[in-house]
T-cell receptor, first 114, second 114 residues
Framework: DQQVKQNSPSLSVQEGRISILNCDYT??????FLWYKKYPAEGPTFLIS?????DKNEDGRFTVFLNKSAKHLSLHIVPSQPGDSAVYFC?????????????FGKGTKLSVKP | DSGVTQTPKHLITATGQRVTLRCSPR?????VYWYQQSLDQGLQFLIQ???????AKGNILERFSAQQFPDLHSELNLSSLELGDSALYFC?????????????FGPGTRLTVL
């Protein structure tokens, strides 16, 4: 059973608009969440993270929101740029971070059109 | 370029065979992770090593084994291969062994089992 779910396989937005990528999780023990971006023929690269003690974390154009009661997090990209076109993976961890293993969703493919 | 190298890039083999995937972590990184990405699946955590010792284990099949050598490079051995083992195998490395240490991913090894 998938513990981290990204229910939208793809998303298309216009350049300059906001992109919102969503992620749901089922394990209430998850206490650290991350977003990774992946371009074709490359490995994933870390984008942004958030601890369960926070509900928002911002880094430039990227903001992650966490709603623990709903077991939901989202990644906002504002403004979206064509170079943001990639597959975005949501990931989660438990164990208080003592181990490095991450549980990933299946990813959402974002297409930003000029 | 993440600094993590994986060889080979592509591997085609037959069912029942055994293969070895190799990973060289970034200079200075002590932890190595292995992930499997099957078609339409997110990345599945297989195993983590930290400074030569196994740190965490995911849903790694008994037919699979891994090790981290004194020079910190790692190998993932897959034996008695089945068609379902066809996937992208990613290696990642980080300085420390916790989830708070950013993981840098290699470009992956694409394994095709015929």
């Amino acid at each position: 059973d998938q513990q981290v779910k990204q229910n939208s396989p793809s998303l298309s937005v216009q350049e300059g608009r906001i992109s919102i990528l969503n992620c749901d999780y089922t394990n209430s023990m998850f206490d650290y969440f991350l977003w990774y971006k992946k371009y074709p023929a490359e490995g994933p690269t870390f984008l942004i993270s958030i601890s369960s003690i926070k509900d928002k974390n911002e880094d430039g154009r990227f903001t992650v929101f966490l709603n623990k009661s709903a077991k939901h997090l989202s990644l906002h990209i504002v403004p979206s740029q064509p170079g943001d076109s990639a597959v975005y993976f949501c990931a989660a961890s438990e164990y208080g971070g003592s181990q490095g293993n991450l549980i990933f969703g299946k990813g959402t493919k974002l297409s930003v059109k000029p | 370029d993440s600094g993590v190298t994986q060889t080979p890039k592509h591997l085609i083999t037959a069912t029942g065979q055994r293969v070895t995937l190799r990973c060289s972590p970034r200079s200075g990184d002590l932890s190595v992770y292995w992930y499997q990405q099957s078609l339409d699946q997110g990345l599945q955590f297989l195993i983590q090593y930290y400074n030569g010792e196994e740190r965490a284990k995911g849903n790694i099949l008994e037919r699979f084994s891994a090790q981290q050598f004194p020079d910190l490079h790692s190998e993932l051995n897959l034996s008695s291969l089945e068609l379902g083992d066809s996937a992208l195998y990613f290696c990642a490395s980080s300085v420390g062994g916790t989830v708070y240490n950013e993981q840098f991913f290699g470009p992956g090894t694409r394994l095709t089992v015929l």
